[in-house]
């Protein structure tokens, strides 16, 4: 058994989500090989290589892998994929966008956003937005699967891999990379922080979003929203987090002006401790709350901050 | 040029889900059913695309039971010109429904095929990217943005940490995500007039498909149930919690 992860990249660095993927894939059991791809990526292979667990780091690093487009990506990892009894990528944008194109040329299902390792063939999965968890058995000579990252603790760095390269090229004239333009921000990602505090249609508007400033700064937390915040158009979508944004799972996560509509809760409730802030007393976010503070966020956040 | 737009029938997404007592499934049995919310956007935008003059003619096609039908009716009072509903009462993996959408790509031959980009009771996220992979033609995935420009289709995807422009050949698969557009309502008249428009029923066996997966369903359970905690009287107790009981701070 042999098990190809494919890394998870960030502005051409590797990104944290690998060293989950890995996890997922020790538990599996097997060689663990992580393939690396874009343009100018080898100090992201470098970093793949130090992931415990890993084998082999495979890079191929080519000008048509840039930006990581899914046409050349897909067909890369068709070509390489019969070395391997299972391919798995982190339910990232990018593992979503190109991983069901290798299963559907190799003739396979793919599992999506996988939480547990059963055995090698049996995992769970959530369904209905992480109202149901659905047990599944794959029989497919080749599984294909994305990884929940929020669901396995990442692997250390201790190792030191071999990097080999690939050298499999492949054509792409049907999509082109035109522009790119990521939020900017100094905080830590929301995927990846330990504190995340975010605001709803409590906040009133984009500009009250400045309160949750000062107390991010204290914490290191990234901010994030609801859905509700986003459709309401106080901030961009990069920010969302629940089932149709990001799911996150931090140490703490602080829910301010939130009602804790399901499909909020679907994308914050596995953090360890949840911190709920709200005028509502009867607001659903206080059944999963461990601590509620009842009141007014105007004068409850300066309060929280000033006391941190 | 023809659009194509595919779309799911599934639980409607305020209803809270119960799991079977046996732990097989999700207990579907009487609970409201409505047009996945992903593909609502998918019609949507086929239908502005008409309404702008790019698109010629919108096809909607389902794969599903025989009550998929009214979805099908629902897109086409959005602006549907006409249906193709694929019917089966089997659990239809992503694979088998996309080998069945590219079989109508062959013979429909769409300049644009619009999918949600998941549907809300498996959420798989696969369909749109493995028709991709089948017909051979290029994807944008998670689009907030969709601009066709003569052979070409520019659109904007929701990636992590922000956006990403690509710019694809047509024929191309688009994928929806949420920003893309907001939309309408169908009004009476033309839930009156989609009745009559056409709707063609076929079976997976007439395209030659085979829906049987094997992947297989174990188990179904409700996730842990997160117990509430305390209500704290003040910041200063909060602060003191964190600190001392949760240690978090």
Same mark, same amino acid.
């Given at each position: 058994m042999s098990i190809l992860v494919l890394a998870d990249l960030h502005e051409g660095q590797l990104a944290g989500a690998t060293a989950h993927v890995v996890a997922a894939a020790k538990e599996m059991g097997g060689d663990i090989d992580v393939l690396v791809v874009g343009e100018g990526v080898q100090a992201a292979a470098e970093a793949a290589a130090k992931? $415990?667990?890993?084998s082999k780091v495979r890079v191929a690093d080519n000008a048509v892998y840039a930006h990581q487009l899914a046409e050349p990506m897909g067909a890369l990892l068709v070509e390489l994929a +019969? +070395?391997?009894?299972h391919v798995l990528a982190s339910a990232s944008t990018t593992g979503k966008n190109v991983l069901p194109r290798l299963a559907a040329l190799k003739d396979v299902s793919q599992l999506s $956003? /996988? /939480? !547990?390792?059963?055995s090698a063939d049996t995992f769970k999965r959530p369904i209905y937005a992480g109202n149901a968890i659905a047990t599944v058995k794959s029989d497919d000579a080749l599984k294909v699967m994305t990884v929940r990252t929020t669901g396995f603790d990442a692997v250390g760095e201790g190792n030191n891999a071999p990097v080999e390269a690939v050298d499999t090229v492949v054509e792409n004239s049907q999509s082109r990379f035109v522009k790119e333009e990521l939020a900017t921000s100094d905080r830590p990602e929301l995927g990846g922080a330990k504190v995340v505090i975010s605001g709803g249609r409590g906040m009133g508007n984009g500009e009250n979003f400045k309160l949750l400033d000062g107390i991010a700064d204290k914490l290191d937390a990234a901010i994030g929203a609801s859905r509700a915040a986003v459709d309401a158009g106080f901030v961009p979508n990069d920010m969302q987090v629940g089932q149709t944004g990001k799911i996150v799972a931090p140490d703490l996560y602080i829910a301010v002006g939130i009602s804790g509509a399901i499909q909020h809760l679907a994308g914050m409730k596995d953090s360890k401790v949840i911190v709920a802030i709200n005028k $509502? +007393?009867? !607001?659903?976010i206080f059944q999963v709350a461990d601590y509620g503070l009842v009141g007014d966020l105007f004068e409850i956040l300066p309060e929280l901050e000033s006391k941190l | 040029m023809k659009v194509l737009v595919a779309v799911k029938r599934v639980i409607d997404y305020n209803v809270k889900i119960r799991v079977k007592a046996d732990h097989s499934d999700v207990d579907l049995t009487n609970v409201k059913m409505a047009m996945n919310p992903f593909c609502e956007i998918a019609v949507e935008e086929a239908v502005r695309l008409k309404e702008k003059g790019v698109a010629t003619e919108v096809i909607a096609v389902s794969v599903g039971p025989k009550a998929a039908q009214e979805q099908l009716r629902t897109a086409l009072a959005l602006g549907a010109d006409r249906a193709i509903h694929i019917e089966t009462d089997e659990r239809v993996e992503s694979l088998a429904v996309a080998k069945l959408l590219a079989k109508v790509v062959e013979e429909e031959q769409p300049g644009l095929v619009i999918l949600g980009k998941q549907a809300i009771d498996t959420d798989n996220n696969q369909t749109g990217q493995m028709l991709a992979a089948l017909t051979g033609l290029p994807q944008g995935t998670f689009a907030s943005e969709v601009a066709v420009d003569g052979d070409s289709v520019n659109v904007t995807r929701e990636i992590d940490g922000g956006l990403q422009t690509v710019a694809l050949t047509l024929p191309a698969i688009v994928t929806t995500d949420l920003r893309l557009n907001e939309p309408r309502y169908a009004k009476l008249p033309d839930i009156m007039k989609a009745k009559k428009k056409p709707l063609d029923v076929k079976t997976p066996a007439d395209y030659g498909?085979? &829906?049987? @997966?094997? &992947? @297989?369903?174990?188990k179904v359970e409700s996730p842990p149930e997160r117990k509430g905690g305390v209500k704290v009287a003040s910041v200063d107790e909060l602060v003191d919690k964190l600190k001392n009981e949760a240690k978090v701070l």
């Open positions: 992931l $415990d667990g890993v +019969d +070395d391997y009894s $956003d /996988i /939480i !547990a390792v059963e $509502d +007393d009867e !607001a659903p | 498909i085979e &829906v049987a @997966s094997k &992947v @297989s369903l174990l």
